[in-house]
């Protein structure tokens, strides 16, 4: 079995090499996939893709002539593939659940990192500068923190914020009765000191936080999302930070970051001017989509990708198929026990 795997990193590359034998071959290439290079695909029956590869129609098409049977998602969001052009062609798989533990706690970190001043202390004190000015937080114990999202990311960010006694709305489109404080979308804007975004990227989410959101917020909100970038409209978040109206934001994603992220571009000029201007502000922190990057995570996703890989072809089918058929995922009419097609 040949694989072509994109976007390979070093940290990608030695989770996977323990799978390597004489039945399963991995050619790691680290440029993304799209259409420009979707011809090294040729002579593999399995192409492994991350969030920013293209895997578009023109992709998907020429794939299908290449004799690709099988698209590995090493992770858990799948905006960045056209589904319905896959069916009845290509299968997908992905990761549902690499380490719900690693996002939850990275959100949870740059909320303490960025009301806390402790990347701006961090800095200070390396330079021998021990001042306190401007360093003031603010207690996370007793405010309330609006969850977007309740899967398996949001839940444990619930936990944890619960930990520090926080008060807890959560809203999702398919909320679960199992005793988590659901509200309406407008009011969690209203009445949360802290968003935190936990959800897919879907034409119904995206640009979830923009203009209109934004403006029923309270006045100096917290804005996380270690999510997917166009949940939120960079454009708007910008100009309700310029205008005061949000205190503060921490980004692990970025919607424009495609071409940005997992890259050094620290001797060159970025030509993203709301990305720069974002990464200037004072109360805005930047995480380049790291929030999944542990060990843990990282071992999880390699076996699962393997396991969906070799249960696929042994089995013919696979738990973690995304359905393209029904236009669901979770709820699946085929129950992730048979083939979408």
């Known amino acids: 079995m040949n694989i072509a ?11 996977f090499e323990p799978y390597l034998n004489d039945d399963i071959k991995i050619h790691f290439f680290e440029t993304k996939l799209d259409i420009e290079t979707v011809s090294l695909t040729a002579g593999c029956e399995v192409v492994c893709v ?18 690709v049977k099988l698209i590995a998602l090493r992770c858990a969001g799948y905006n960045n593939v056209d589904l319905g052009h896959c069916f009845g062609k290509i299968h997908v798989v992905h990761v549902p659940a690499y380490s719900p533990y690693a996002v939850a706690e990275h959100t949870m970190a740059m909320l303490l990192t960025s009301i806390r001043r402790i990347h701006k ?8 500068n021990f001042s306190l000015n401007g360093l003031t937080g603010f207690d996370l114990h007793g405010k309330t923190v609006g969850v977007i999202g309740t899967g398996r ?17 959560a809203y999702d489109k398919f909320p679960k ?10 009011e ?33 909100v917290v804005i996380i999302n270690t999510s997917r970038g166009a949940l939120i409209k960079a454009e708007a978040l910008l100009e309700g930070i310029k205008s005061r109206k949000i205190g503060a934001a921490c980004l692990d994603v970025y919607e424009e970051e495609s071409d940005i992220f997992f890259e050094d571009y620290s001797g060159h000029i970025v030509d993203d001017d709301t990305l720069a201007r974002l990464i200037t502000m004072p109360n805005v922190l930047v995480t380049s989509h790291q929030a999944f ?12 990708t393997i396991q969906n890989i070799e249960e696929f072809f042994e089995k013919g089918t696979s738990a973690n198929e995304l359905c393209y058929r029904c236009g669901r995922v979770d709820t699946c009419k085929n129950h ?5 097609f």
Not at 55 to 66: E, G, Q, S
Not at 336 to 340: A, D, E, G
Request: aromatic share 10%.
């Open 293 to 304: 990057l542990t060990n843990e995570a990282l071992g999880n996703i390699a076996q699962t």
């Open 153 to 169: 990311i949001g839940r444990v960010f619930i936990d944890i914020c619960k930990g520090f006694g926080m008060k807890v709305l």
């Open 50 to 67: 991350f969030v920013n590869d293209t895997v578009d129609k023109a992709v998907i098409d020429k794939l299908y002539a290449n004799g």
């Open 5 to 15: 795997f994109f976007d390979a990193k070093p940290y990608d590359v030695s989770s």
């Open 177 to 186: 009765d199992d005793g988590i404080n659901y509200v309406e979308f407008d």
């Open 188 to 220: 969690l804007l209203a009445k949360s000191d802290i968003i935190s975004l936990h959800c897919p990227l879907t034409p119904d989410t995206e640009y979830m936080i923009d203009e209109n959101a934004i403006a029923k917020m309270k006045k100096g």
């Open 336 to 340: 992730r026990i048979n083939k979408c």
């Open 121 to 128: 202390a961090y800095n200070r004190t390396r330079e021998f």
